[in-house]
């Protein structure tokens, strides 16, 4: 996963569709209640909390990359529920969860080839993964604007070395994927999490944190802020509907397998 800083309490007002999704990925999990429940990319540990909050004989464990994100999470801490400062990559746990979750977080890591067995090895035996990321044609408009603005001519000298920050895969990528690893069943589904944003403060919020966090960053300070503008205005004027409101498409893989 990218070692990308977010600001949590930024994202935390910004994510309310993430939180949406994340609300009906837990309404899918019949819990006993004495789970231990890992959540890769925590975040502002909001939904963390909410399986916590499923597991009250169990315990629930939130990891992010970010150590803003997990700063905001630390004030939600209590006997059955902790977070860690951990890059999803390091993941290095041995037969310790009857469950991994994950929501809007998996898009940010490139290698899921070693994702999946690392999971598998932290998982116990009949253990769970379910997870919800960014799939093939998720964000689209945005990502158009932001390739074609960083390959400009005003720009395009801040990106000559730039790696694409997300990995966004068909069912079809995935079910490879997955089929090469020891889980005994899986079901992967595509689905469409179309979305309109409200207002034009709604919609901006949402590039700000997270979106352009990963391309800010390499643009030097006098020019960040015309950057930022100049992807906000595109976005502003492609995705705004006659009634006033804001269209962005969002295509999400979900996940699930038994060990």
Known sequence: MGTFEF???KYKSASKHQKEWGNDLISEVSFKGNEAVLDLGCGDGVLTEQLALSVPQG???GIDASIHMIETAEKLRRSNLKFMYMDINNLNFENEFDLIFSNAALHWVKDHKRLLKNACKALKARGKILWDFGGFGNCATFNGIVQKKISGAKYKEYFKDY???WFMPTKEQYTEFISAVGFSSYTIRELNR????SNASDIIGWVDQPCLVPFIRYIPCGLKEAFRQEVIEEMLKKTRQPDGSYFEIFRR????AQK
């Not at 179309?194 to 944003?197: G, H, I, K, L």
């Not at 893989?253 to 699930?256: A, E, K, L, P, S």
């Open 7 to 9: 600001d949590g309490e």
């Open 59 to 61: 315990n629930a464990l």
């Open 163 to 165: 790696e694409w920050p």
């Open 194 to 197: 179309d979305r309109y944003f």
């Open 253 to 256: 893989i979900r996940v699930y």
